[in-house]
């Protein structure tokens, strides 16, 4: 039996006590807030989205960073294990669109109840309101860790699971990166990711709390095409948000910090350019006397009208059966591809995860434990991994905390 000591209550700190506590080890849990799972909380707006039920494939296709370190915790510890592991402990889960896993009774506090309740009976003791200030070890391996009072706690193993940058207010204040980087370790340039976008043009703002669903987004660096998917949106007074928004941000936030790039919005996606021109013709000739503004109301939601009657260049006032043929085939082109500009991301306080964090290269993927520091294991998103929404980051923190906790004798 060993001593363990895990920094961080959050979901992958909660996880890796119960596997390091299953082995029979002694664990101590320190958590710098009033209570753990403060940010697990929040997630999948306050339902908590624990998984994604897809298979492998979607699982590596939808991490962003360095998806191949997850080849050994990913099918050491699959979702197929995470919806068992919860349904044991008495968290019942359903399965949603996009195979996202929730809860049934859609309360994160539950998730959060059910890995206490296994923690309690393991006899994980953890310590609340209690900061780890340092991680102390050298190259023979991990020796102790240091509170903010100064008091000092040996172990045989230490687990950081700090999380990252993002969502300050819960804690994840990227003190993990600081305790990596004073043993040796490096870490990566972290960025807000999954987080909103900001749009230069002004007419953004006329369109706040517009909420599309069923449009297809397109981001351009320059020419070339570096995002593409199909789903929901939403407008902000700053810019851009929803599902859509958030994943696109996390293939595109790095490249953002030195220049701007093309959003492209096809608001019609079903229907091609041909098709298109067919529907607002039918549109025009049921509204031939009315005025342009007045005719194409059944296209788009009511606060969408006045901006598109801009960006199209017609005249508001113009009666339909004056406008012209180029002019329609123009207004066709601008429902095809609605563009914005981005010009930057929100701020770690926005965002959902962080990207970046302790390289990956300096980690063993089977274990979690460090190369560099012996009995110094690395979990969750303080690690260099981030993915997509829709449940994938969670399943990074049970699949890595689940390696780590099981790893330690």
């Given at each position: 039996?060993?001593?363990?000591?895990?920094?961080?209550?959050?979901?992958?700190?909660?996880?890796?006590?119960?596997?390091?506590?299953?082995?029979?080890?002694?664990?101590?849990?320190?958590?710098?807030?009033?209570?753990?799972?403060?940010?697990?909380?929040?997630?999948?707006?306050?339902?908590?989205?624990?998984?994604?039920?897809?298979?492998?494939?979607?699982?590596?296709?939808?991490?962003?960073?360095?998806?191949?370190?997850?080849?050994?915790?990913?099918?050491?510890?699959?979702?197929?294990?995470?919806?068992?592991?919860?349904?044991?402990?008495?968290?019942?889960?359903?399965?949603?669109?996009?195979?996202?896993?929730?809860?049934?009774?859609?309360?994160?506090?539950?998730v959060i109840n059910g890995l206490e309740r296994e923690m309690k009976k393991l006899g994980v003791k953890v310590h609340l309101n209690t900061k780890v200030k340092s991680v102390e070890g050298n190259e023979e391996g991990f020796r102790e860790i240091v509170l903010s009072n100064g008091?000092?706690?040996?172990?045989?193993?230490?687990?950081?699971?700090?999380?990252?940058?993002?969502?300050?207010?819960?804690?994840?204040?990227?003190?993990?990166?600081?305790?990596?980087?004073?043993?040796?370790?490096?870490?990566?340039?972290?960025?807000?990711?999954?987080?909103?976008?900001?749009?230069?043009?002004?007419?953004?703002?006329?369109?706040?709390?517009?909420?599309?669903?069923?449009?297809?987004?397109?981001?351009?660096?320059?020419?070339?095409?570096?995002?593409?998917?199909?789903?929901?949106?939403?407008?902000?007074?700053?810019?851009?948000?929803?599902?859509?928004?958030?994943?696109?941000?996390?293939?595109?936030?790095?490249?953002?910090?030195?220049?701007?790039?093309?959003?492209?919005?096809?608001?019609?996606?079903?229907?091609?350019?041909?098709?298109?021109?067919?529907?607002?013709?039918?549109?025009?000739?049921?509204?031939?006397?009315?005025?342009?503004?007045?005719?194409?109301?059944?296209?788009?939601?009511?606060?969408?009208?006045?901006?598109?009657?801009?960006?199209?260049?017609?005249?508001?006032?113009?009666?339909?059966?004056?406008?012209?043929?180029?002019?329609?085939?123009?207004?066709?082109?601008?429902?095809?591809?609605?563009?914005?500009?981005?010009?930057?991301?929100?701020?770690?306080?926005?965002?959902?995860?962080?990207?970046?964090?302790?390289?990956?290269?300096?980690?063993?993927?089977?274990?979690?434990?460090?190369?560099?520091?012996?009995?110094?294991?690395?979990?969750?998103?303080?690690?260099?991994?981030?993915?997509?929404?829709?449940?994938?980051?969670?399943?990074?923190?049970?699949?890595?905390?689940?390696m780590a906790g099981s790893s330690i004798w």
């Open positions: 039996m060993s001593k363990v000591v895990v920094i961080g209550g959050g979901a992958a700190g909660m996880f890796a006590s119960v596997f390091a506590a299953r082995n029979g080890n002694e664990v101590h849990l320190f958590e710098k807030n009033e209570k753990t799972g403060k940010k697990l909380f929040i997630t999948g707006k306050g339902r908590c989205n624990i998984t994604n039920a897809g298979d492998m494939e979607t699982l590596f296709r939808s991490v962003v960073s360095n998806p191949k370190f997850l080849y050994s915790s990913f099918y050491g510890y699959t979702n197929e294990d995470v919806i068992s592991f919860f349904e044991e402990i008495g968290v019942k889960t359903k399965i949603e669109r996009g195979n996202r896993v929730f809860p049934v009774s859609d309360h994160s506090s539950d008091e000092k706690v040996t172990a045989d193993a230490c687990i950081v699971a700090t999380g990252g940058c993002s969502y300050q207010p819960t804690g994840s204040t990227g003190d993990g990166y600081r305790m990596a980087e004073s043993v040796g370790h490096t870490v990566t340039e972290v960025y807000p990711a999954l987080v909103p976008l900001e749009i230069k043009e002004d007419f953004v703002g006329e369109l706040q709390g517009l909420s599309l669903r069923n449009v297809e987004a397109t981001i351009y660096d320059g020419k070339k095409e570096i995002y593409s998917d199909f789903g929901e949106m939403l407008f902000t007074h700053y810019g851009v948000s929803g599902p859509l928004m958030l994943s696109a941000s996390s293939c595109i936030t790095k490249k953002l910090q030195d220049r701007e790039m093309k959003l492209v919005i096809d608001l019609k996606p079903a229907l091609s350019e041909e098709q298109l021109n067919q529907r607002v013709l039918r549109d025009f000739e049921e509204n031939k006397n009315k005025q342009f503004r007045n005719a194409i109301t059944k296209l788009f939601p009511a606060k969408l009208i006045p901006v598109m009657v801009m960006l199209s260049g017609i005249d508001a006032e113009k009666k339909v059966n004056e406008v012209s043929k180029e002019e329609r085939m123009e207004f066709v082109r601008l429902i095809k591809h609605f563009t914005l500009t981005i010009n930057g991301t929100r701020s770690f306080r926005e965002a959902i995860i962080t990207q970046g964090g302790v390289k990956t290269k300096e980690v063993n993927p089977a274990t979690m434990e460090s190369k560099l520091v012996p009995n110094l294991y690395f979990v969750g998103e303080v690690l260099d991994l981030d993915a997509l929404t829709g449940g994938f980051n969670l399943q990074i923190a049970w699949s890595t905390a689940y």
